[in-house]
C-alpha cells in the first residue's frame, strides 16, 4: 500500500511535516504532494462553502429528494431520502443529493472550483458535474491545505515549509 501524509500547523500556511510514502530509498515519489486521489465525500464542504458565499446561509431548507442531471442520476449512500433539510443536516449526514442540487440549480460548477482554488487547492479540477462528489483527484498537500481555511475562520495563508524551530526565547531548535 502507498501513503501520504500533511501537517499543516499555524495560520499562516506553514507545513510542518510531509511523509511521502513508506521508504525514500525504494521510491522517491510524493505520494502527499504529486499523488492524485479522488476525495469523493471530503470534497462537499468545498460545494457548501461556495453556497455560504453565494449567501445562503447553514439553516437554509433544500430538497434532498431524487435528482437527475443529465443522464447522472447520484443516489444517497443509504438509498433513502429525508425530504426537506437545512444545508448544514445535508452536510453533517453527507447526502449525496444535495451538493448535487446546488451546484446544478443554484450556483453552477465554476463557483465550486473559484472557491476551492482560493482556498489553496493546486490540483487541476476536473469541473464536471459529477465533481461536487469528489470524482476529481486532490492531492493530501492540496485537500489539508483546503481544510485549514475552514479550520483558520475563513482565512488562508500561503502554504510553505518551516525551515527552522524555534523555543518561546528565541533558541533555535
Known amino acids: 500500500a502507498s501513503e501520504g ?3 499543516l500547523m499555524e495560520t499562516d500556511g506553514s507545513v510542518r511535516a510531509v511523509v511521502g510514502g513508506r521508504d525514500y530509498g525504494k521510491s522517491q515519489f510524493n505520494r502527499a504532494t504529486k499523488a492524485l486521489r479522488q476525495p469523493g465525500s471530503s470534497f462537499k464542504p468545498y460545494v457548501y462553502a461556495a453556497a455560504m458565499e453565494s449567501g445562503l446561509t447553514p439553516d437554509y431548507l433544500i430538497s434532498d429528494a431524487p435528482i437527475s442531471w443529465g443522464n447522472w ?3 444517497n449512500y443509504s438509498r433513502g431520502y429525508a425530504g426537506k433539510v437545512t444545508l448544514a443536516t445535508a452536510l453533517i449526514r453527507s447526502y449525496n443529493t444535495v451538493p448535487v442540487r ?5 450556483l453552477g460548477i465554476d463557483p465550486i472550483v473559484e472557491i476551492t482554488k482560493r482556498m489553496g487547492v493546486e490540483s487541476e479540477l476536473n469541473g464536471h458535474k ?12 492540496d485537500q489539508a491545505t483546503g481544510y485549514s481555511v475552514f479550520a483558520n475562520g475563513g482565512y488562508t495563508g500561503t502554504r510553505h515549509g518551516i525551515d527552522r524551530l524555534t523555543t518561546h526565547t528565541g533558541e533555535i531548535v
Open 102 to 106: 446546488l451546484a446544478k440549480d443554484y
Open 5 to 7: 501524509a500533511v501537517v
Open 130 to 141: 459529477t465533481m461536487v462528489l469528489g470524482t476529481s483527484g486532490l492531492t493530501v498537500m
Open 73 to 75: 442520476t447520484p443516489k
